[in-house]
């Protein structure tokens, strides 16, 4: 069994070849101090515990600034427009703000600095990272990031309950709702489903219902398209779930109410991000009793359509040190660091630490790590970033798709009234 | 020896020029601080900006905008009601606790001390401790109204209730304010009154309805001036707890202006809608300025 300890030197040998020590001289930025503005994160969270292994091969010494993601977009926010030097590095949703923060110009173009041979170690590799994460980091030819993570929603079940209930595993999306009536029916005791119903937060867990449903945010040509039959089915079918199954105050849970219920064993389901895999099977009993999974597809489209975003690491376009923020970045994100990344359920998007041996092995510990694996693969080849009608302000039109599940919930409107009321309210932002 | 004589004309004129320049430094602070960011805020508001586009002078757009949306309007009425509620709540319990602490002899300073303490907490911990409490599923509230045989509430997820529950939330961290407010007042009201009219005969209903609480008039219209600019301008426990939901059954003015800003980036529109708030908050003191005039003894 490869313990902590194993890993972490396989990954410390990595870093330090020979080779790479007489090519690159990591040291080129010695004295300085970045400062890292990060959201709080599993990955920040071990950056924290690691960013001392950077100062002793770098000399560069970090401040970190972690923030809950509201206090953390703020201060993110407050600082840029102040044009403030403050900042050296920051975590971004090239999928969620890209579009806004390259406009306003916050984002060093990396691209120059991955071609500088002085600047990045000639193993770096930037191609390792999957194609799918480089387009999402990149804006009209901009590199604006390098990914650290990649994540999405995943399917979350309780293979022990399902089999007490004499229930088969939900093949089919349509199977969800069915097997919520008879978890219910089985043992009215136990909680049946959870996941996002605060409105910010909501189309994250929701998308997968929208797109395997055969439906889409937007029209052929373009526009808000709420107002589709199959979309209106995919939006009711996560509010009923919410509504019928869901606990009680689900309209103000996120991912941290949904994680919980999970792990104490509240709930029998969920759809909820692959990123929180560690955090789940930290609960007792948890990594033997789930099973996890894409979200399947629906039975009337066949389509398999789930979501995967990636965070990544930017360097601000206000900082008086890039080159040693980018020394940071090619850290941050080289092979060596995302293969130890893995022991904290950071999904690595380089493709030589997903296929490399150190992660196979730490998988295939575990029935649960290689279905998580699996699954991350299959969200990396099928899934999509784009989970909101086509608009540059991302964060308001998913905050109005996300309002108009609530109303469903809450009873204020038929499905098909809150959903299509929405669409003028999406156009206006286009 | 040479006895002090009383300045003049021109030396209390010199005096007064020389304070003049004393409390120079304290108007730049204020002017640094206050002022320019307000006119700021005007200068912003009257703009439309976009991040990462220029400012573009967009005369009263924005508050004519504002006008025509039924956000704000929604935030408008629920920045009211939870003003009105919390203060009627504060006032009424604040009253009546600083009146039982007049009384209490025993471990008084240690009563102030324990009393003290819910306002010392950041709003962070009041909010995080609300959400743990009031979860209706996770939290502590409801498994003590089963124990009691009572079913469940919704509390901050219900939009019936939520507002109410947010009002609840802060009556319980700054009720002992009001109450140290009210003890303080209290306390330094002249004894010969009371004792006249136990002399004369009046009950302790009519001595409190008649005589305390005219007196304390002045002292409450304070404190529900101080608690008046804080409650308009309760943002924290509410954005921690709720966001503004559910719906927008909390989206009070300063959650809406402070999601327009740093989620939507409109910073013009946040900006007006913080004018305007502002000019609210300031009518309302005015109001209670005359009002504390009118209650004067």
Redesign the interface.
């Known amino acids: 069994m490869m313990n902590r300890r194993t890993f972490a030197a396989a990954a410390a040998g990595l870093l330090a070849t020979p080779a790479l020590a007489q090519q690159f001289n990591w040291r080129q930025q010695d004295g300085r101090t970045v400062t890292l503005l990060l959201n709080n994160h599993p990955w920040s969270q071990a950056m924290r515990e690691m960013a001392n292994d950077f100062t002793a091969a770098t000399g560069i010494r970090t401040r970190i600034e972690i923030f809950n993601e509201e206090q953390f977009r703020a201060r993110l926010t407050t600082l840029m427009q102040g044009r403030s030097p403050e900042v050296d590095v920051f975590m971004s949703l090239p999928s969620r703000e890209g579009a806004v923060f390259k406009r306003a110009g916050w984002y060093t173009d990396l691209a120059p600095m991955i071609a500088d041979a002085r600047l990045t170690a000639p193993d770096f590799n930037y191609d390792d990272f999957g194609a799918g994460m480089r387009q999402q980091a990149t804006l009209d030819g901009l590199v604006a990031t390098l990914p650290i993570n990649q994540e999405g929603p995943l399917f979350y079940w309780r293979k022990d309950i399902f089999a007490r209930c004499n229930i088969p595993e939900p093949r089919f999306l349509e199977d969800i709702p069915e097997a919520a009536a008879r978890l219910r029916a089985c043992d009215a005791a136990q909680g049946v489903w959870a996941a996002r119903g605060l409105r910010g937060a909501v189309n994250y867990g929701m998308s997968g219902f929208v797109f395997n449903m055969g439906g889409s945010y937007a029209t052929a040509d373009g526009k808000p398209g709420l107002c589709q039959p199959a979309t209106i089915r995919g939006i009711e079918m996560y509010a009923n779930l919410l509504k019928d199954f869901g606990p009680a105050g689900a309209l103000n849970h996120t991912f941290t109410q949904v994680i919980e219920l999970l792990g104490q064993g509240r709930i029998a389901m969920t759809h909820e991000s692959s990123n929180e895999f560690a955090n789940i099977v930290r609960f007792p009993g948890r990594a033997q009793d789930l099973g996890v999974k894409v979200l399947p597809p629906g039975r009337e489209s066949g389509i398999s359509r789930p979501l995967v975003i990636g965070w990544g690491l930017a360097v601000s376009a206000h900082s008086r040190q890039k080159e040693a923020a980018w020394m940071f970045l090619q850290w941050a994100t080289s092979n060596a660091v995302q293969t130890r990344l893995v022991q904290n359920g950071v999904a690595p998007p380089r493709a030589s630490v997903f296929q490399g041996p150190a992660f196979n092995a730490w998988a295939n510990e575990l029935p649960i790590r290689r279905a998580w694996a699996e699954a991350l693969v299959e969200i990396g080849r099928t899934g999509t970033g784009v989970y909101q009608s086509p608009t540059d302000r991302v964060p308001e039109a998913r905050d109005i798709i996300g309002n108009a599940m609530q109303q469903i919930v809450l009873g204020r409107a038929s499905a098909r009234d809150a959903v299509c009321a929405a669409d003028p309210d999406l156009a206006r932002l286009q | 020896m040479s006895l002090a004589l009383p300045a003049g004309p021109a030396s209390r004129r010199r005096a007064s020029a020389s304070y003049r320049w004393m409390v120079a430094p304290a108007l730049i602070f204020a002017a640094g601080m206050i002022v320019l960011p307000f006119l700021w805020a005007m200068w912003l508001s009257l703009h439309e900006t976009m991040?990462?586009?220029e400012p573009r002078f967009a005369g009263l757009d924005n508050y004519r905008r504002l006008v025509a949306d039924r956000e704000f309007w929604n935030g408008f009425r629920l920045t009211m009601l939870l003003w009105l509620l919390s203060l009627a709540l504060q006032l009424v319990a604040g009253t009546w606790l600083g009146l039982l602490l007049a009384r209490l002899d025993a471990a008084r300073g240690l009563i102030r001390t324990a009393l003290i303490s819910p306002f010392m907490l950041p709003p962070v911990v009041i909010g995080m401790m609300a959400i743990v409490i009031l979860?209706?599923?996770?939290g502590v509230a409801?498994w003590l109204l089963a124990q009691l045989g009572l079913g469940?509430l919704?509390?901050?997820?219900d939009?019936e209730t939520v507002i109410l529950t947010v009002a609840l939330i802060d009556t319980w961290q700054w009720t002992p304010f009001v109450a140290l407010i009210v003890l303080g007042g209290y306390l330094s009201l002249p004894r010969d009154v009371f004792e006249a009219a136990e002399i004369d005969g009046a009950g302790s209903f009519q001595r409190l309805t008649r005589i305390t609480l005219p007196l304390l008039a002045p002292t409450l219209v304070t404190a529900a001036v101080l608690r008046s600019v804080d409650l308009l301008r309760f943002f924290d426990v509410i954005?921690i707890?709720?966001?503004?939901?559910?719906?927008?059954a909390s989206t009070t003015l300063n959650i809406l202006a402070?999601?327009r800003g740093?989620?939507?980036?409109e910073?013009g529109y946040a900006a007006a809608l913080m004018v305007t708030l502002s000019a609210i908050v300031f009518g309302c003191v005015l109001a209670f300025s005359r009002l504390r005039r009118a209650v004067a003894w």
């Open positions: 991040l990462g586009g979860d209706p599923g996770l409801n469940g919704l509390f901050l997820a939009p954005y707890t709720t966001q503004g939901g559910p719906g927008n402070y999601r740093f989620e939507f980036f910073f």
